[in-house]
């Protein structure tokens, strides 16, 4: 997998097909494997014509680990998504998130919003008003030696899914405890860029997917019904949705 420096970090990437491009975040303790690969995302939108560009975040799948929280957050994420698209000479994207890939795709709507065509907001909703649920928990949880010994639900959640993963779950626990880039209402109000935001109805992560569509400006809905938070990711109403938006956008 090829690499490109940001922040004087080694963060792997992936830039496949032709067409107009399309920058995929994913969640927190995924990968590009994980996250777009083995869910047939980077084939179904390559095979819809268009150029296909994924990063590994910092901490995850191939990317450089680190393990000091201030070295993480949704702000300096987003500058490695930033970095690259300068990277591959990439002046405009659509980009699409899923959770914490979603944060970091509604900051740059926020901030960047001149390199994006649109944004799509997976596995995310009212809940981007509010830090990770159960965040210490689940940085505990990463680090606890029997996950068998974890009492909090979500925690012991993430802890199964890092394991499945095969993730660093140091680094990821320092992730987990950087302090977050939250965004208010106000500045959701701020976003002029074509959005979509996809949540599963049985999502109990996100939060709630209509009040979140209610605080940006034509922002679309889509959910996906019967999917939680982790099943969401491949569904198919998920896919024909997202294909859909992207056809009709300006």
């Known amino acids: ?8 970090l080694e963060l792997a990437y992936r830039d496949e097909g032709e067409g107009d491009p399309i920058l995929l975040i994913h969640g927190f303790a995924s990968s590009i494997d994980v996250n ?19 990063i590994d975040n910092r901490g995850h799948g191939h990317s450089e680990k680190l393990y000091d929280p201030a070295f993480y957050g949704a702000d300096v994420m987003a500058g490695d998504a930033i ?3 300068d990277h591959l000479d990439i002046e405009r994207a659509d980009v699409m998130g899923y959770s914490m ?38 940085g505990e949880g990463l680090l606890a030696d029997d996950p068998e010994d974890i009492s909090n639900p979500m925690a012991k959640m993430f802890r199964r899914f890092a ?30 860029t074509p959005t979509l935001i996809a949540v599963g109805t049985e999502d109990e992560v996100s939060g709630d997917l209509d009040k979140l569509v209610a605080l940006i400006p034509g922002a679309e809905a889509l959910p996906i019904p019967r999917r939680d938070h982790n099943r969401a990711v491949g569904d198919k109403v998920y896919k024909e949705g997202v294909l859909s938006f992207l056809s009709r956008r300006p």
Do not use: H
């Open 1 to 8: 997998m090829p690499t490109f420096q940001s922040d004087g």
């Open 36 to 54: 777009w690969s083995g869910t047939g995302w980077i084939d179904l939108l390559k095979a819809d014509g268009r150029r296909v560009v994924a």
């Open 83 to 85: 970095a690259l698209l």
């Open 101 to 138: 890939g979603a944060r970091i795709t509604a900051l740059l709507a926020i901030r960047k919003r001149e390199r994006l065509r649109s944004a799509i907001l997976g596995g995310m909703g009212e809940g981007m008003l509010r830090g990770a649920p159960s965040a210490d928990a689940i």
């Open 163 to 192: 394991d499945a993963t095969k993730s660093d779950r140091r680094a990821l626990s320092a992730c987990m405890r950087a302090q977050r880039s939250l965004v208010n209402e106000a500045m959701l109000a701020t976003i002029d």
